[in-house]
């Protein structure tokens, strides 16, 4: 099992959108978690974008028998771009609690940072040039041939699972700290976004894997 998961992480990094999880972080008093109700809240002005994101995490978390909500489908399209006072997300908790949640999957942008790169045959030392004016007059058409280098942007993001359980401390169960390298597709970003967050809470425990859910299903019907 965890080979494979190991095997798509790899085809994660080399896909178009390239995904990449920098880091991550698990409460050490929790073994293992499993939430009976979700909200899926994905914080970006872009409502296209959260809302494919929050859609396909909520039909990969219906196929693995946990029940989620979309934030578009129960709160106001505005939730995430207008601030919010302390007392507002308490009274938040309290409702969802009421109404059967336990957790909250929260996942937002925090920094973009543009990149330059340029081609590795500019990279290192030239022994053919070994004067003043041969190195400058070489190395200076990487600032003037866009031929020479490459732009991109990098989207530093953060996914956190909470625990709202009535009966339990309101407490961070992980969080995830995943770069996207210049992103081309919405759609391809979105879905290796969603499957590299599902691959990590799976090896954390933190949710049931599909598989084990399907095997549960055939065995049953045997």
């Not at 994660?12 to 899926?40: A, F, G, R």
């Not at 700290?177 to 499957?195: A, F, G, K, L, R």
Request: with cysteine; hydrophobic share 35%.
């Amino acid at each position: 099992m965890k080979y494979v998961k190991i095997i798509i992480l790899c085809l994660l990094m080399v896909s178009c959108s390239s995904v990449e999880l920098v880091d991550n972080w698990k409460n050490p008093d929790i073994d293992t978690y499993i939430p009976n109700k979700v909200l899926l809240i994905g914080m970006t002005s872009n409502y296209d974008a959260r809302k494919q994101f929050e859609k396909q995490l909520q039909e990969e978390f219906t196929s693995r028998g946990i029940e989620s909500v979309m934030s578009l489908n129960l709160l106001k399209s505005s939730f995430t771009s207008e601030k919010k006072t302390k007392e507002e997300l308490k009274s938040l908790e309290s409702n969802l609690i009421d109404n059967g949640f336990d957790t909250i999957l929260l996942t937002k942008v925090i920094g973009v940072e543009d990149k330059i790169e340029y081609k590795k045959n500019y990279y290192g030392y030239d022994s053919t040039y070994r004067k003043f004016k041969e190195d400058y007059l070489k190395y200076q058409d990487v600032f003037y041939n866009p031929d020479y280098y490459e732009e991109y942007t990098i989207y530093h993001t953060e996914t956190s699972m909470y625990c709202i359980c009535s009966t339990k401390d309101r407490d961070l169960l992980w969080k995830g700290y995943i770069d996207i390298m210049d992103p081309q597709s919405i759609h391809e970003t979105i879905n290796d976004y969603v499957q590299l967050i599902l691959i990590i809470l799976e090896e954390q425990q933190l949710i049931t894997p599909k598989i084990f859910k399907e095997e549960n299903t055939i065995e049953a019907i045997q």
